[in-house]
């Protein structure tokens, strides 16, 4: 992949101040695009870099619609989406979380998913062009002992992605998502060391993916280079997925 090969195009993160995130957001800006954020923890490094940083919680379709509206006005047209907030939730078996919990993790990753490309992708049909890439996880493919709420959002991930890529298929808006294993840097640094060392254990290349490696999939993706690929599922898991 060259560099400058998003030129001109409009980007947004959702949960970019994250590990994965800042890491995709820096990868987008090399590649020439301009990019707009949008996490819950705002505006405060608004100065220090040329990223749009807007303060918004991805399941709240109003503050979603009010920031598509900034960065419509400040960068124009949004012709890249890239639905990376998510949430982990507690590490405990599907029987001893609760309701309140499977709702929240639910709500983040699969509705907050849901929410931004319902907002995106209109725009993106009427212009004929667009990039949407969904961040979800092996766990959505395979599930995962004491991660079930977080498991099934990702499977609704995948779900989600393969139906709104036949939706728009013949479009030019082409709807991906990718399913990394642990990736170092980002919420696997939430999990205590014998959980990592089992995750660890399970993928045949022996080492957790990079943050960087998830960016260059997602400029990839983004990119006119992909360009008959759609409702797609992309493994990033070292050998861990054989489907
Ligand atoms: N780190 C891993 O091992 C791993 C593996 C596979 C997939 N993923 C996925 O990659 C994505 C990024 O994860 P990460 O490891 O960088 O985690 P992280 O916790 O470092 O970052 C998540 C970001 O999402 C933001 N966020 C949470 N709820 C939000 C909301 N309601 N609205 C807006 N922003 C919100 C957070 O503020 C944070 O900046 C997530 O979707 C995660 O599920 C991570």
Same mark, same amino acid.
């Given at each position: ?24 957001? =820096? ?17 405060? $490094?608004?100065?220090? !870099? ?9 399941? %709240? ?8 509206? +900034?960065?419509? &006005? ?6 890249? @989406? %890239?639905?990376?907030?998510? @949430? ?5 078996? %599907?029987? &001893? ?9 639910? !709500? ?12 995106? #992708?209109? !725009? ?10 969904? *961040? #979800?996880?092996? $766990? ?8 079930? =709420? ?33 990736? !170092?840097?980002?919420?696997? /640094?939430?999990? &205590?060391?014998?959980?990592? =060392?089992?995750?660890?254990?399970? *993928? ?7 943050? /960087?490696?998830? =960016? #260059?999939?997602?400029?990839?993706? #983004? +990119? ?10 992309? /493994? @990033? ?7």
């Amino acid at each position: 992949m060259t560099e400058a090969t998003l030129t001109g195009r409009v980007a947004i993160v959702t949960g970019g101040q994250g590990g994965i995130g800042r890491a995709i957001v =820096a990868r987008l800006l090399r590649d020439g695009a301009r990019v707009a954020v949008f996490d819950l923890s705002g505006n405060e $490094q608004a100065s220090r !870099d040329s990223v749009l940083r807007i303060n918004c919680d991805v399941t %709240v379709q109003a503050n979603v619609e009010t920031a598509l509206a +900034s960065v419509r &006005e400040a960068l124009g047209p949004v012709q890249i @989406l %890239v639905n990376n907030a998510g @949430l982990l939730g507690p590490v405990a078996r %599907v029987i &001893e979380i609760t309701t309140e919990t499977w709702r929240r993790v639910t !709500d983040v990753n699969l509705t907050g998913t849901f929410v931004c490309c319902k907002a995106v #992708a209109s !725009d993106m049909v009427q212009a004929g062009y667009g990039r949407i890439i969904n *961040i #979800a996880s092996v $766990q959505g493919k395979e599930g995962m002992e004491l991660a079930g =709420a977080y498991a099934a959002s990702k499977a609704g991930v995948i779900a989600l992605t393969k139906t709104l890529g036949k939706e728009l298929a013949t479009s030019g808006v082409l709807v991906n998502c990718i399913t990394p294993t642990a990736v !170092d840097g980002g919420m696997i /640094d939430e999990i &205590e060391d014998q959980r990592r =060392a089992y995750i660890l254990d399970r *993928i045949p290349m022996k080492r957790f993916c990079s943050v /960087d490696e998830v =960016a #260059a999939m997602v400029a990839w993706l #983004a +990119s006119d280079e992909c360009s008959f690929s759609t409702g797609g599922v992309f /493994d @990033l898991s070292g050998g861990r997925s054989s489907y």
